[in-house]
């Protein structure tokens, strides 16, 4: 299953919203999840199922959508969220990633 | 508190098998829908799922590096052993250790190692 995210890099202003897609070749269910990269770091889950919340991710991450088409919100940008971000489908193995949305502030 | 580490060389000849080895704390790969898998970043592509074993020994592998990895488990031990034969130069790139357990999605990483693969 083939995932493609856009846009490939995203500029928003701290304060405003910012809006991740993610396309699944083939219906995925809800089986798809986010992670946050910082630079130097490991990935971290932020989203699961489509649109649960990992433990302790804020709640101005969310996540909506189901079978191909997929969204990661953020509703209140912070200097701190500046990072890659990538979806993961888990439908089916091999569990196949997205090439990632790289989020900068403007 | 739930860790991996990764450990291996940090540098492959092409040709040469590389064997990686994840020790975790924190979990017991004995338990019930626990699974470790290893991802791979390599510059300019996106994360790719290797391998990952599971707590009933079921292995699952990349399809398009399936004939080349091998993955196996000591429980005893708390470690998870990654062999990948006849590397190549775009097997460039730091390999995570990561652990699954109940849902499909990894909660927990290792730091990564890279791997550099040249001659």
């Known amino acids: 299953i083939v995932m493609t995210q856009s846009p490939a890099t995203l500029s928003v202003s701290p304060g405003e919203r910012a809006t991740l897609s993610c396309r699944a070749s083939q219906s995925v269910t809800t089986n798809l999840a986010w992670y946050q990269q910082k630079p130097g770091q490991a990935p971290r889950l932020l989203i699961y199922g489509a649109s649960s919340r990992a433990t302790g991710i804020p709640a101005r991450f969310s996540g909506s959508g189901s079978g191909t088409e997929f969204t990661l919100t953020i509703s209140s940008l912070q200097s701190e969220d500046i990072a890659v971000y990538s979806c993961q489908q888990y439908d089916n193995w091999p569990f196949t990633f997205g090439r990632g949305t790289r989020l900068e502030i403007k | 508190q739930v860790t991996l580490k990764e450990s291996g060389p940090a540098l492959v000849k092409p040709t040469q098998t590389l064997t990686l080895t994840c020790t975790f704390s924190?979990?017991?790969?004995?338990?019930?829908?626990?699974?470790v898998g290893w991802i791979r970043q390599s510059p300019g592509k996106p994360l790719e799922w290797l391998a990952r074993i599971d707590w009933d020994d079921w292995k699952f592998y990349s399809t398009s590096l399936r004939t080349r990895l091998t993955v196996s488990k000591d429980t005893s031990k708390n470690q998870v052993v990654l062999t990948m034969t006849n590397m190549e130069v775009v097997d460039t790139g730091t390999y995570y250790c990561?652990?699954?357990?109940?849902?499909?999605?990894?909660?927990?990483w290792g730091q990564g190692t890279p791997v550099t693969v040249s001659s």
């Open positions: 924190g979990f017991s790969l004995s338990t019930s829908h626990m699974r």
């Open positions: 990561v652990r699954m357990w109940q849902r499909l999605v990894v909660d927990s």
